[in-house]
Nanobody
């Protein structure tokens, strides 16, 4: 089994910063892409940013220039640095990872979510 454990959420004022972390553990053979998604109340879950195993990144237009995704392959960890936060960034943020088993089957995993609230 594989677990994704997120940390770093919280309450921050508009214009502030937060850094989310997500560590993968368990039966990991190889991690393909990792990413962050978010879901605000009454809305569908949406992509925030992804990073491929080779480092290629992809961002939602709404966060480009403000958020930075990175990963530490040695620690099986992905990070999301969020700057210039806005109230509309308020949501539960979920970590996602595509992980290969030892038999090279690809599985998709989700973290439990961490709340980010941007409010004065």
């Amino acid at each position: 089994q594989v677990q994704l454990v997120e940390s770093g959420g919280g309450l921050v004022q508009p214009g502030g910063s937060l850094r989310l972390s997500c560590a993968a553990s368990g039966s990991i053979f190889n991690i393909n892409s990792m990413g962050w998604y978010r879901q605000a109340p009454g809305k569908q879950r949406e992509l925030v940013a992804t990073i491929a195993s080779g480092g290629t990144t992809n961002y939602a237009d709404s966060v480009k220039g403000r958020f930075t995704i990175s990963r530490d392959n040695a620690k099986n960890t992905v990070y999301l640095q969020m700057n210039s936060l806005k109230p509309e960034d308020t949501a539960v943020y979920y970590c996602n990872a595509e992980i290969y088993s030892s038999s090279w089957r690809l599985f998709n995993y989700w973290g439990q979510g961490t709340q980010v609230t941007v409010s004065s």
